[in-house]
């Protein structure tokens, strides 16, 4: 059974960065791991997803250029860098993983289909 576990939550000023980490037991053959976020009130969105194989990645517009999600195979485990943070970035941060037939069913954007979620993990930026 795959579980996810996430950490580097925390709380930091607008500017400031983090760096969230998601250690996967059991998810070795998943090959598609996404950061996903959920403000309250607000719908769970996507926020960086990784397509393990090519290491190609998806990112929402609102992250581009201050999000990266990266990976290291030894340790089965996935990162989300953020930096230049903001106050919209507040959130409840989930990792989630799938298998993914193809690069594009992987890089949708959508937690549709992702079978395996992390507890999540609190960010909270201030101004």
């Known amino acids: 059974q795959v579980q996810l576990a996430e950490s580097g939550g925390g709380s930091v000023q607008a500017g400031g960065s983090l760096r969230l980490s998601c250690s996967g037991s059991?998810?070795?053959?998943?090959?598609?791991m996404g950061w996903f976020r959920q403000a309250p009130g607000k719908e769970r969105e996507g926020v960086a997803i990784l397509y393990r194989r090519r290491d190609s990645t998806f990112y929402a517009n609102s992250v581009k250029g201050r999000f990266t999600i990266s990976q290291d195979s030894a340790k089965n485990t996935v990162y989300l860098q953020m930096n230049s943070l903001r106050p919209e970035d507040t959130a409840m941060y989930f990792c989630a993983a799938k298998v993914a037939f193809t690069e594009a069913g992987c890089l949708g954007g959508s937690p549709g289909g992702f079978t395996q979620w992390g507890q999540g993990t609190q960010v909270t930026v201030s101004s």
């Open positions: 059991g998810s070795t053959w998943m090959n598609c």
